[in-house]
């Protein structure tokens, strides 16, 4: 089965700086997704990336799909207290989408 | 560690029909769960947020009458789909929040309509 990892679980960071979370799959990558989820709140997709070499941003949050290193990283550029929070990597299994197989988060510590 | 169970792993059903699928937190309390769901090769999409003991709340666009959560008990939410159509075939996953740990996913249930 598929597992994805992600790197690192835990990130601190004082505000303005950039950061970088990684998320590396066992198994080629039909397509990744990330998330971003606050405590006691539920998933907010970011991003959907489906073409090595695909690069797509939203506001400060940049992501970047590696299809030979089957590997995906999130840059977050400017940190802001808003971007707190846990960041998740799904991946398809499969071409279609029967089930994500999803890494198990990076929490996000922004500092002022 | 914590497990959220989702049963059952896929269900056929005729069109008119209801279906229920259950969400388990199996070793924690759950106060609050999530429901998702997933057409083929498209995004997860949060449908409604389930809390314990109140309403669900649902994301805009989502029918509440359609789609009926109940989280009677700190381990157990119910998604009920009322009146299936083929339209809501797709992949219904549940999420649970345990305050030790962000994040448990059921393993997801595959609803096909005919």
């Known amino acids: 089965s598929q597992e994805l990892e992600q790197s690192p679980q835990s990130l601190i960071v004082q505000e303005g700086k950039n950061l970088t979370i990684n998320c590396t799959s066992s198994k080629t990558l039909y397509g990744l997704y990330w998330y971003k989820q606050k405590y006691g709140e539920g998933l907010i997709f970011l991003m959907m990336l489906q073409k090595g070499g695909e690069e797509k941003s939203h506001e400060k949050i940049t992501a970047k799909l590696d299809e030979k290193k089957q590997q995906s990283s999130l840059h977050i550029t400017a940190s802001q207290p808003s971007h707190a929070g846990i960041y998740l990597c799904?991946?398809?299994?499969?071409?279609?989408?029967?089930?994500?197989?999803f890494g198990k988060g990076t929490h996000l510590i922004i500092q002022p | 560690g914590a497990v959220v169970s989702q049963h059952p792993s896929w269900v056929i059903c005729k069109s008119g029909t209801s279906v229920k699928i259950e969400c388990r937190s199996l070793d924690f309390q759950a106060t609050t769960m999530f429901w998702y769901r997933q057409f083929p090769k498209q995004s997860l999409m949060l449908m409604a947020t389930?809390?314990?003991?109140?309403?669900?709340?649902?994301e805009q666009g989502v029918e509440k009458d359609k789609f009926l959560i109940n989280h009677a008990s700190l381990t157990l939410s119910t998604l009920t789909v009322t009146s299936a159509h083929p339209e809501d075939s797709s992949f219904y996953i549940c999420?649970?929040?345990?305050?030790?740990?962000?994040?448990?996913f059921g393993n997801g249930t595959r609803l096909t309509v005919t």
């Open positions: 999420s649970a929040t345990d305050p030790n740990s962000p994040l448990h």
């Open positions: 799904g991946a398809a299994s499969g071409g279609g989408a029967d089930g994500l197989t």
């Open positions: 389930s809390n314990e003991g109140s309403k669900a709340t649902y």
